[in-house]
Nanobody, 127 residues
Framework: QVHLVESGGGLVQAGGSLRLSCAAS????????MGWFRQASGKEREFVAG????????NYADSVKGRFTISRDNAKNIVYLQMNSLKPEDTAVYYC????????????????????WGQGTQVTVSS
């Protein structure tokens, strides 16, 4: 079992920045991968960014490339999502999720690949 708790959401003006955090606990995370998803009102939950906990490449949705950065703090078991140059269309509930590395490599962008989810944190970008 992996327990995930997100924090860091809030209200920000367009062009601003926010950093989301996802504190992970439970199983040994070295064999897992972490993903950030978001769900805007009335829309499907979509992949934003992901990375394998043990290191290596990161993956991003085209809509956030160059603006968002996923990273981790191994000592604290925290995954971050740094969001810069925010746009009103980034407004959504942001979720942290975990999956085994094997399943991540198979299809990291699919919501159904992930086994564990946090409760979500609201990000609102005003124009």
């Amino acid at each position: 079992q992996v327990h995930l708790v997100e924090s860091g959401g809030g209200l920000v003006q367009a062009g601003g920045s926010l950093r989301l955090s996802c504190a992970a606990s439970g199983r040994t995370l070295s064999s897992y991968a972490m993903g950030w998803f978001r769900q805007a009102s009335g829309k499907e939950r979509e992949f934003v960014a992901g990375m394998v906990w043990s290191g290596g490449s990161t993956n991003y949705a085209d809509s956030v490339k160059g603006r968002f950065t996923i990273s981790r703090d191994n000592a604290k078991n925290i995954v971050y999502l740094q969001m810069n140059s925010l746009k009103p269309e980034d407004t959504a509930v942001y979720y942290c999720a975990a999956v085994t590395s094997l399943k991540y490599y198979s299809n990291y962008g699919a919501r159904t690949s992930y086994d564990y989810w946090g409760q979500g944190t609201q990000v609102t970008v005003s124009s």
